[in-house]
């Protein structure tokens, strides 16, 4: 048995060079081992494991590696149909918005995405657009439009002083009126099922949080979102929004990393035991290793599982 898994490497001489010998240690821990003939191409794919087993197999790794990409669904679903700008009016006049369809016919639930610091941008669209691909109708509403309406700010050191000039013109009586305004839109179109969830990125998590404490949504996910156990912020007054946490009727998914330098551990400690105390249906997610803002890091280890668990909790709540 020994000479059938390692007869490659005696045969260069390696049997005492490499830290360890890969059939037997695959087989230690569990695998199974299928060599093949010696110096010739054997290829084990196993799902999305593929395997070679010397250079001679680089090839048939290669087109095995193309196949098991071919079989993976992908990962932004069905594409939106017609993504477009509307507007949606509120209580303080017209608000900007951006509306993205599942494909296909059908009725389908319905997600407001609340937009970050800088406003309505290309990224916070392509969030709207790949949980439209999920199978919902999504409107991510312009919470900037009393004080700079369709502003889409850079993700600079002057964007960023802009967007807190901004995100200090919100108020709590606004947040809840534009969202409130934005459920009955998509209530009111024909491909709407009635269900509205909601989602919420950055400063948009927070406004996620207090809409969930107000308005009865069945889930709530919130990603990264600061200032919720204090009253540094307009819309977190008078009282800290983490005090009106009673109010949540759904499930509510929170999503932070720990490195995240804007939510650190005590709050967000302080946001599970709340949630906890005040007997929510919950998921507090803390992510090892993950800063500040990683949904927009399509390269980020934290990204997939993110969305992963972003498209569970709608389903499970929404369907």
Known sequence: ?????????????????????????????????VPGPDFQPQVIRDGRLVTGQNPASAMGVAEAVVSALADVPSDTGTAPVNPTDITVRTSDGPMGGYLARPAGDGVHPAVIVAHQLFGLTEDVRAVADRIAGMGYVVLAPDYYHRAD???????????????????????R?????????AADYLAALDDTSGAVGMVGLSLGGHLAYLAATQLGFPITV?????????T????????????????????????????????????????AE??????????????????????????????????????????????
């Open 173 to 181: 009586t606004g947040v809840l009126d534009d969202t409130r305004a």
């Open 222 to 230: 919130v990603l990264y979102a600061g200032w919720l156990t204090g």
């Open 149 to 171: 309406p369709g502003v889409e700010l850079p993700a600079t050191d002057e964007g960023r002083a802009r967007g807190f000039e901004l995100m200090a013109t919100l108020s």
């Open 274 to 319: 709340r949630l906890q105390a005040d007997g929510i249906r919950h998921e507090m997610v803390v992510l090892a290793g993950a800063p500040h803002a990683f949904l927009a890091q399509e390269d980020s280890p934290y990204h997939a599982e993110t969305w992963q668990r972003i498209e569970q909790a709608l389903a499970d709540e929404l369907a």
């Open 232 to 271: 540094d912020i307009p819309v977190s007054g008078p009282e800290p929004t983490l005090d009106l946490t009673p109010g949540i009727k759904g499930k509510l998914v929170y999503i932070v990393g720990d490195r995240d330098h804007a939510i650190i551990e005590e709050q967000h400690t302080a946001i």
């Open 1 to 33: 048995m020994w000479r059938e898994c390692h007869a490659e490497e005696a045969a260069v001489g390696l049997t005492s060079v490499v830290p360890f010998l890969l059939a037997s240690r695959l087989r230690e821990l569990g695998a199974e081992h």
